[in-house]
């Protein structure tokens, strides 16, 4: 399955009615708090344990309330802070890169 595809198919899992009522039974357990910082309205509905392609399926760690945490977005992107980025460079192999890194870090044509 390459990079789009499991996009795919965790789009479709965000989408379903079944998350989104994990997600409000999440938001109404935490009261609409941020369970970070306990300062900020919660906006996101992060998963503890990441969910992946592989996981998504499994709904121990895909809806469980126990995997579950309301967070405001400020704090969800501290928790995700570099993994966006990670995530695109382990994928490395799905797709063809023509690029590459050079000794000074520049990026270059692949020989």
């Given amino acids: 399955m390459n990079y789009k595809e499991r996009r795919k ?7 379903s009615p079944e998350w989104r009522t994990a997600r409000e039974i999440a938001l109404m357990r935490d009261k609409y708090l941020c369970q970070d910082c306990k300062e900020r ?3 996101v509905v992060h998963h503890i344990k990441h969910l992946t392609e592989d996981n998504v399926d499994n709904p121990e760690i895909s809806l469980n309330q126990s995997n579950l945490i309301s967070i405001c977005s400020d704090c969800h992107s501290i928790r995700h802070k570099g993994e966006h980025a990670r995530g695109r460079l382990a994928h490395m192999d799905d797709e063809p ?8 870090g520049m990026i270059v044509p692949k020989a």
């Fill in 9 to 15: 198919k965790l789009k479709a899992f965000y989408k």
């Fill in 41 to 43: 309205p919660a906006e």
């Fill in 97 to 104: 890169y023509n690029y590459t890194f050079d000794a000074n």
